[in-house]
């Protein structure tokens, strides 16, 4: 070990194991940038910056592993370079965000703690009276209240140089490394002890992980990606909020807080809700003008019930910061490692979310001659899942720092919008139930109320399936319909099969209304007996003959069924009970006697619908004639039939039509057991697009690599799958793209 190895502060310890678990992340970087205007002397900048570096230790401080713990090394001198780019050979309207974009990769760039520097300095030249500075800097070395020292010595030191003198700074009573030397000491035993079990005690039975609705799953991993975006109340808000907090003997943080509590309990629904907030850590006068990481992290609690108000929710925060904030010099690593043991490596511990209040003074050299104004840019990283900071000058601002592997954009605005409503409402009748305030203003409630369930659609000429189809049989009677095998049936031939069909089922009982068992393996019989049924006037119960008999049995007797399509080698899968079966195998001379013509007869399930009244073109509102009874699977108690109409699955229909339109060429699929609703869809629609469906039987559903051959040798376009059969797709063969070039549209659909 080095000899002058020195042990580390606990702050500076876990930044120095997350970059242990994740080395190169520049998640822990602070990057500040400062437009200069006027006449800038490069050099006395340059040696402005090597004098604070070297009165600073911290800033001249590398670390060391030492067996599994850091040990920082203070350098004796740290050269400190300035690179000055120039950006004069663009063009002026384009210099600046050329500059903010290279400050933002100076961000992004990690730094070696074991190496050093742990801060960098760039001086961007836009024209020879305007510079941008650029400072990048480790956390672990300093914080937010640190570089407001920094800066201010910065700008004493230079103004000295300009003027040949040397700066006149006060001793430092201490250095960084003694501090954290007198922490390990001071928080130890039963000091630690204590604050750690008043932690233990506010936090007991909180949930440590904040179910936050978000756009994307979770990464196994950090990568940091964030953005930002800032909601900004007017100046009579700001007024408002203070005379409330006033009120109330809180402050605005407390009053702000309380906001954005609010809303993540109205996101979430969790009746306890922890949120981080650092604290400047510098409770002792001697480290006040001292560069180094002292901030501290807080850990805030609120707990909600059903009724809770906002005013109440504001008391609640104001008497947990008092309460905390004489708690605070336990360092928020002690917690994690006492309170979360179990490390995750995709969630911050304990917090997910965080909650700042920007009392820290405004970064400004003010230097005789120049003009400094820091600027605002993306840094392109995100700490947390969302992080929020909120500061005042005449009005109130409120930065929402997002990951953006998380979240998107729309959300993040939506979810300003509901924090602006959300104070407002609670500002102006803070009695009233958090849980009863609106979040969404006029215009979000028009959307979701009315423009997005304005769902009414043009339906195609006939509004029902089998009229529709009829009609495309009609248009293309020799184009292939389906595709079984080695063999191809035409619009024609499906089309004439069941009708002879459907002629058949009236003679044996078959009325508009009635409901028809059809069990059959996925085949051409299958759909052509779907169709049957639908010309006859009835609806179709799909029935799955390797249910056991008891339930399938429940089905026919719950749904009244006039009759069961099947085949005779179903039989002794099927209830002894049912008397009125047609077995197509047995049935096919019969069948050949049926006429091929369409039925014209009126086929509407309504009681107030005459049966035998003359179809119409339109078919008037018959289109809320019930297509089909689907059981449920009963999980939850007994399965329950689910009807739906003609007119659902044609607007779902002539949605993915729109959405998503069939071109020349394409090949569809049928792979879904008929049970589900999917096999609605993906049987019909493309029936009703004149498209052609290879239909695969089941042993090539099972075997994945059957399943790919068929797929690939018939050309099939688009295909719907159930997440684990596209996994088990996936698995099987990672080069799909390439076994399956003519697949360009899958539809993913829940299990």
């Not at 964030?226 to 409330?244: C, N, Q, S, W, Y």
């Not at 099947?566 to 209830?575: F, V």
Request: aromatic share 8%; hydrophobic share 40%.
């Amino acid at each position: 070990m080095n000899p002058t190895a020195q042990q580390a502060s606990f702050a500076q310890e876990r930044l120095w194991f997350l970059d242990q678990l994740e080395p190169g992340t520049a998640a822990y970087n602070l990057v500040r940038a400062f437009r200069i205007t006027g006449p800038l002397n490069v050099e006395a900048l340059a040696s402005a910056f090597q004098t604070v570096v070297q009165r600073h230790e911290s800033l001249r401080t590398v670390f060391e592993n030492v067996d599994g713990s850091a040990r920082q090394i203070v350098l004796s001198d740290s050269k400190i370079e300035m690179p000055v780019v120039s950006l004069t050979h663009l063009p002026e309207g384009g210099r600046r965000a050329e500059a903010l974009k290279l400050a933002s990769e100076q961000g992004k760039r990690p730094f070696n703690l074991g190496v050093g520097p742990l801060l960098r300095t760039m001086l961007l030249k836009l024209d020879r009276n305007q510079h941008i500075l650029v400072l990048a800097m480790h956390h672990i070395i300093t914080d937010g209240w640190s570089i407001s020292i920094l800066f201010r010595e910065l700008t004493q030191c230079y103004e000295a140089f300009i003027e040949n003198r040397q700066p006149d700074l006060k001793d430092l009573p201490v250095q960084y490394a003694e501090f954290a030397h007198w922490q390990r000491e001071f928080l130890a035993g039963e000091i630690l002890q204590k604050q750690v079990t008043y932690w233990k005690q506010k936090l007991a039975n909180a949930p440590t992980i904040l179910d936050l609705p978000i756009d994307h799953p979770r990464p196994k991993g950090h990568n940091w990606q964030g953005a930002t975006e800032e909601l900004i109340l007017d100046h009579p808000v700001l007024v408002a909020l203070k005379e409330f907090a006033q009120a109330e003997g809180a402050t605005l943080f407390m009053v702000s807080l309380a906001a954005f509590d609010a809303l993540l309990w109205r996101y979430t629904g969790q009746n306890s809700i922890l949120v981080g907030t650092p604290t400047a850590g510098r409770s002792q006068i001697e480290i006040e003008n001292l560069v180094g990481f002292f901030v501290n992290t807080l850990v805030f609690r609120a707990d909600f019930a059903p009724n809770i108000t906002f005013r109440d929710l504001v008391r609640q925060v104001r008497s947990y910061a008092l309460d905390a904030y004489s708690h605070q010099d336990v360092p928020f690593e002690k917690l994690v490692e006492e309170l979360v043991p179990q490390r995750s490596m995709n969630t911050s511990p304990l917090f997910q979310v965080m909650f700042t209040f920007q009392n820290i003074p405004k970064q400004i050299f003010e230097i005789s001659g120049l003009e400094m104004e820091e600027l605002e840019f993306e840094t392109g990283i995100a700490k947390f899942d969302l992080a929020v900071e909120a500061f005042e000058d005449h009005r109130f601002h409120c930065r929402f720092e997002y990951n953006t592997d998380l979240f998107d954009k729309a959300t993040i605005v939506r979810q300003m919008t509901h924090f602006r409503n959300l104070i407002l409402a609670g500002l102006k009748n803070p009695d009233e139930p958090i849980a009863r305030i609106p979040l969404m203003d006029a215009r979000e409630l028009d959307q979701t109320i009315s423009a997005w369930n304005d769902t009414a659609a043009k339906l195609p000429k006939h509004s029902r399936i089998q009229r529709s189809f009829e009609e495309q049989a009609k248009q293309t009677p020799d184009a292939p319909a389906l595709i079984y095998q080695d063999q191809e049936f035409s619009y024609r031939k499906v089309n004439e099969q069941a009708n002879q069909l459907a002629h058949l089922l009236r003679k044996r009982g078959v009325q508009p209304g009635s409901l028809v068992g059809v069990a059959l393996e996925r085949s051409p019989e299958l759909t052509v007996a779907l169709l049957a049924v639908l010309k006859a006037g009835a609806s179709y119960i799909p029935l799955d003959h390797s249910y056991p008999v008891e339930r399938l049995a429940s089905m026919l007797e719950d749904t009244e069924a006039t009759c069961v399509i099947t085949a005779s080698g179903h039989r002794d899968k099927l209830p002894e009970s049912i008397q009125n079966l047609i077995f197509l195998d047995v049935e096919k001379d019969a069948l050949r006697k049926e006429s091929v013509a369409n039925l014209t007869a009126k086929i509407s399930t309504r009681d107030d619908a005459p049966a035998d009244a003359s179809d119409s073109a339109s078919d008037g509102d018959s289109n809320d004639d019930r297509l089909y009874v689907l059981y449920t699977s009963g999980s939850s108690g007994r399965p329950k039939g689910v009807e739906g109409t003609h007119r659902g699955a044609l607007n779902r229909m002539e949605w993915m039509r729109e959405r998503y339109p069939f071109q020349p060429g394409e090949v569809c699929c049928q792979k879904t057991n008929v049970g589900f609703v999917d096999s609605v869809c993906e049987i019909f629609s493309p029936l009703l697009a004149g498209v052609p469906s290879v239909i695969l039987p089941q042993e090539a559903v099972l075997d994945p690599e059957v399943m790919l051959r068929t797929l690939a040798d018939n050309r099939v376009s688009r295909i719907v799958l159930v997440p684990s059969l596209l996994r088990a797709l996936l698995e099987h063969a990672p080069n799909l793209g390439e076994r399956l070039p003519h697949l360009k549209l899958w539809s993913c659909s829940g299990e």
